[in-house]
């Protein structure tokens, strides 16, 4: 049977923060230790599990507490769960938390403007066009994690260095 | 890790047919074997996941589409998953099968008129009365499973009998 200890690890960010690039390392290095993991990206999400939400504060709140019930059930089944979303509320990211129980929060943190001079997907570029409303850190609030059990500053960090930060304290709480 | 092979095991059937009945049944045997299960109720998932959606075609198919997507990631990490839903429509069921892979459609059969006398819910009565509109059964299409993997008829069968055939399958096929 399952032995694996379960538990989600809720990567919460600005758009272009590398939510799911420090997520998508952390996930091939789980693999390779041949751990049960469960990648769930918001982005990917919203085209299956969350279709039809949108960016409202209702739809956000809505988006974050369907990924979280989702992984709460894989949690319970002993998979390590990496969940990348934007998710800028803190009461429902603590409320995930307290029905999680097994919950790691990675706040990836970089400055708006940082992530603005990436730009990866264009979106600020549209959202200060106008092209894109409720745009989080242009438009929409993003609420800092207080208190965050693993902070990633990923403008003065390297993903390596970011990846190992999520898997000691994986480690650190055994769940590796 | 993980050992146990994951597989859904998809109970369909009218209103008052009997499947959450024996999925609960199947479930506590695969409790008391120590095995990685997961009961996905329909009903209590309307609450959660499946909020806000409501009885239009449309809105069944996206019920079962959730479910399903849920019902891949629990049984690809290993789960054996119990879902207990009407779903009434034999191309989505098809369709979830295909996806899922590890799959085992369980037909949980009862004449109409058995379900309605039954009618645990009082739901047949306000369909009837035309308190409820697009009730499976009376105004709502079901399709029939035409090659379901196991069918139980629970107007001439024990619920132990049920749980038997089901049970019988999942070990026939390897999974317990």
């Known amino acids: ?101 097994d919950f790691i929060e990675v706040y990836v943190n970089a400055p708006v403007a940082v992530c603005e001079w990436r730009d990866v997907k264009g979106l600020y570029e549209q959202a200060r066009a106008g092209l894109i409303e409720n745009f989080t850190g242009i438009d929409a609030a993003y609420e800092v994690p207080l208190q965050p059990d693993v902070e990633c500053q990923t403008d003065r960090e390297t993903i390596a260095q970011s990846t190992i930060k999520v898997l000691t304290k994986l480690e650190k709480l055994g769940y590796i």
Request: glycine share 10%; proline share 1%.
């Open 1 to 101: 049977m399952n032995q694996q200890r379960g538990v989600t690890v809720w990567f919460t960010g600005l758009s272009g923060a590398g939510k799911t690039t420090i997520a998508n390392a952390v996930d091939r290095e789980l693999k390779i230790a041949a751990a049960s993991v469960e990648l769930l990206d918001g982005d990917e999400l919203r085209q299956t599990l969350c279709r039809g939400l949108g960016f409202s504060a209702i739809d956000r709140i809505e988006n974050m507490r369907r990924i979280g019930f989702v992984a709460h059930l894989l949690t319970k089944n002993g998979v390590i769960v990496l969940v990348s979303t934007i998710s800028p509320y803190r009461e429902i990211r603590q409320e995930l938390r307290r029905k999680i129980g």
